[in-house]
Every structure is written in C-alpha cells, then in structure tokens.
C-alpha cells in the first residue's frame, strides 16, 4: 500500500468528529488491505468456490480469505458473481427490508460500473424492469458490458443526464442516487484518491448531489422509496444533502433495521420535516470501505406517472416486430410466451412483455445504450446467436453444449483457436462449471471462436 498522507483538512475534521482514541483505530483500518468480497448471480448458479466467509447483511455477499485472479476466473466472465466491497451489499438488505415491489421499475441514477445495478437486477428477477443509467460514455460502456454479462434480462442501459429524466417525473418505484462524491471513503482502496481530496472538491460535490437530487428527488412515484448514497464521511454529502431533499420534496423517513454485531453507525438527521435517518459504514467497524446511505419514502398523496399508451411505436434505430415474426422468433430462440421483440439492424431482442408499454414510454425521452436481450439474427431461417443470448439467463434450448476445463476456457476467452476432436459441425455454446461464456461455430474444416474481441482477456498466468 504506498504511503500517501491523509490531507490535513481531512484529518482534522475527521479527528473532531470521531475523537483522537476512535480516530486513530479509523485511520489505522484505512492504511490495512482491505478484505475482498464478492457477491453471487443468484441465477447463475455457482457453487462457492473460494474459501470465506458471509456478509452479514447480504445473503449473496461473500467476503473471500484471499484476493484470487477474477479475470483468470472463467466463473468471473460468466457472470457468476460481481467482485463487490460489502458495505455496498447492504442495498440487498435495505430492499429486503422495504420489501420493495418486485414487479416495480426501479431506476438507477448513476449506475456505472454496475455494482448496485447488478444487485437491483438481481432482486428484481424476472419480474420487474430496471433503468441502468449512467452519464459518462465510457462509463456507461463498461456499465452495459456488467449488465450483459449479468444476464437477467431485465434491465435497460441508458446514458443520460440527470436532467433528460424530468418527462419521466412520479414514474419510479424505486429510485438509487448512488452519487458522485468525494470519494473519503474509498482513501484505502484507492489511496490515490487522497491527493485529489481539498474541501473545495467536498464543495463542488455537494453542489452538483444538490442539482442531481432536485431532479432524482421528483422521479419518485407516490409510496416508491428513494435511496441516496455516497462513499464519503462528510455531514455536507450525507446528512445534508437528506436535509435538502426533505426541504424539496414530500418524503417520510425510513429506518432499516440493524443488527449491533454489524457496527453500522445510525446517524438521526433532525429536519423540519422530522427525524430522518442514515446509515454510516466505517472501516474501522465494518470489513468494507466507506459508505453512507439514507432511505426516504415519498408521500401516498405525491403523483403516480403512468406510461402513455401510442399507436405504433416509433423509434429512430429500434423497431416493433411484426405479430407474425413473434410467433416464429419464440419459437427458433426458444423464449418464453411472454416475449415483446424488437429490432435493431438485423438483430432482435427480447423485452418482457409486461413491460413493453414501459419501455416503449421510456425510449421516448431516454438515450439507450442496451435493453432487455440482445438474440441475435435469422438469416434464410437460421439463427446466428448473438454473445449477449449465450450470457443470458434466457434458454438456449436446441444448441448443442460444449462444457470446457479452467484452462480451455481461458484459451477461450482469450479469443485463441480451439482444438477440439470429433465435434460436430454447427453452433456450440461454450460452457464452464455449466455456466454459459460464449459460441463456437465448427465449419468442419476450422472452429470459429465468437467472443468478442473487445472482451477478450489479455493476461496469461
Ligand atoms: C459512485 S459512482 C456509481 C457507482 C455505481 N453505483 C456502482 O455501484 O457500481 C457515481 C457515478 O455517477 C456518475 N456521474 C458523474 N457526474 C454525474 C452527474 N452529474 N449526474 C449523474 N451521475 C454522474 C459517475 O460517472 C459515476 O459513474
């Protein structure tokens, strides 16, 4: 770990709000490793096979003995878990708590990588719809390749900004403002981050939480929840930036239950409107990095946005399918009846068709960068599966299966040619520990490794 000073203004403020005996456990904590975690893909089954122990508010999370190589992990690009610091895992156990709708469409604000989106997706099954949204183009790229991988099925990328979302005011069950902070609590992991810490930058911060949540705090529907997070320690990201919400909107404060053991520090924000509260994760008491979290209720009076029903669906590059090709596309990709397919090019993908109305309402207003399932083509009758079906949880029924070792399947990934004897000709989706990682195609004179280029790993031993 290099030995990067913590700034002094940091120190200082620290220092007098946690006391010199607690603050030098604090800052001793932050200069330690800290402990890798993982959380599993509960529909990609997986069996643990790293040595560890649970995370207490999660019952997906895992903290891992030591940091293995994830990218020479097959299970890892199968989308089998998401490598996750723990206190960030504790959305599970706030959403298990509110016993959030699960039919619900939940929207993510600022969602790249995909940590939290991954999780929302997860609790959401295959029942609900989820808005992954992220700003940054980069951002939202990497953002779109975790949720492809992750594979449910249920979420649509978008990349726009806070302000492109105001059309789509009272249209949320569930809103997470996961919001670009300062950065404090992440010192230890990225010890980088100290140099850029100044009080300005804390300012400048909870300047623009302050204009993201005068936006986020509106897209609430009338008894949906708002989830406001951050990865710093400071009163004015966290408890003020409640307090700025509870002046703006019409929301009730949630408190989540906690356990002792979990030494998870409730912090009781006194406003005008009442007590609200918020939860701190400090690493001197917590094995996960800084984290701060509050959970609002918006009033039962407040507005409840319905999509609006059109005609045709209109769109600049994503098309509707014609009745007629529903019928077949089910069939050859073997989905389930509850199927609305679009277009794209060539290419189809699947939507639930609970949430056609929903989606179609949302690419009104929104850039999206990925919806749903990506399948693939048919051309002259024969489907040329897309990387995105084979990551998915959808079933692939018809293709034939071609389970490989840690070391084939890293050759795979690598985008290395395959040799395999005696392999039938056609497409074979390529599996390790039975989890899905990509196709192969056997022309009979060559296989064809299909994993896309800009995925492939680089890394050898
Ligand atoms: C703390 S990170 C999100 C981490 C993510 N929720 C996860 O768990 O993997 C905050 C994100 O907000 C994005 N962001 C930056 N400026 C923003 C803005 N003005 N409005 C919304 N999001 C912004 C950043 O690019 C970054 O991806």
Redesign the pocket.
């Known amino acids: 770990m290099p030995n990067i000073n913590l700034p002094e203004g940091f120190v200082q403020r620290m220092q007098s709000e946690l006391g010199d005996q607690e603050f030098l456990k604090f800052q001793k904590a932050i200069d330690q490793d800290s402990k890798s975690a993982i959380r599993l893909n509960p529909f990609k089954k997986l069996e643990m096979q790293f040595s560890g122990s649970r995370v207490d508010w999660s019952s997906l999370g895992w903290f891992l003995d030591e940091r293995p190589s994830f990218t020479l992990d097959p299970a890892f690009h199968a989308g089998a878990y998401y490598v996750?610091e723990a206190s960030?895992m504790f959305l599970d156990h706030i959403l298990n708590t509110l016993e959030a709708d699960k039919e619900g469409v939940f929207l993510?604000?600022?969602?790249?990588?995909?940590?939290?989106?991954?999780?929302m997706s997860s609790y959401l099954g295959d029942s609900g719809l989820l808005i992954a949204?992220?700003?940054?183009k980069s951002?939202a790229t990497t953002?779109k390749e975790n949720i492809i991988k992750w594979g449910i099925g249920n979420t649509i990328v978008t990349q726009n900004?806070?302000d492109h979302f105001e059309p789509l005011e009272g249209f949320f069950d569930v809103v997470?403002?996961?919001?670009?902070?300062s950065?404090e609590g992440m010192f230890r992991k990225d010890p980088q981050a100290r140099n850029e810490w100044s009080q300005d930058h804390v300012n400048i911060c909870a300047a623009?939480q302050e204009?993201?949540m005068d936006k986020a705090g509106a897209l609430v529907k009338a008894g949906g929840y708002l989830i406001y997070?951050?990865?710093t320690f400071n009163n004015q990201e966290n408890e003020e930036m409640v307090r700025f919400i509870a002046s703006e909107f019409s929301y009730q404060p949630v408190k989540i239950p906690l356990k002792k053991e979990w030494q998870i520090v409730e912090s009781v924000i006194s406003t005008e409107e009442g007590e609200f509260f918020g939860y701190r994760f400090y690493p001197h008491l917590v094995d996960g990095e800084g984290f701060f979290v509050s959970v609002m209720k918006r009033a039962e009076d407040a507005f409840i946005h319905e999509p609006k029903r059109t005609k045709d669906f209109k769109h600049p590059y994503i098309k509707s399918c014609p009745k007629q090709d529903l019928e077949s596309v089910i069939e050859k990709f073997s989905l389930p009846q509850n199927t609305a397919l679009y277009s794209i090019n060539n290419s189809y993908f699947y939507v639930n068709a609970d949430f056609k109305l929903h989606f179609e309402y949302i690419t009104r207003f929104l850039n999206i960068r990925y919806f749903g399932v990506e399948l693939g083509q048919v051309n002259n009758g024969q489907v040329i599966p897309s990387h995105e079906w084979a990551l998915s949880v959808l079933p692939k029924s018809g293709f034939a299966l071609l389970e490989l070792d840690r070391e084939a399947a890293l050759y795979f990934l690598r985008k290395e040619d395959l040799h395999v004897p005696d392999l039938a000709e056609g497409w074979h989706l390529v599996t390790y520990q039975d989890l899905p990682l990509g196709w192969i195609k056997n022309l009979g004179n060559r296989l064809n490794n299909y994993y896309p280029k800009e995925w492939r790993i680089r890394m050898k031993k």
Do not use: M
Not at 108 to 119: E, N
């Open positions: 996750q960030s993510d604000l600022s969602a790249a990588p995909g940590g939290k989106s991954t999780l949204n992220e700003v940054i951002r953002l900004d806070p997470l403002v996961d919001a670009p902070c950065g623009r204009r993201i997070s951050t990865c």
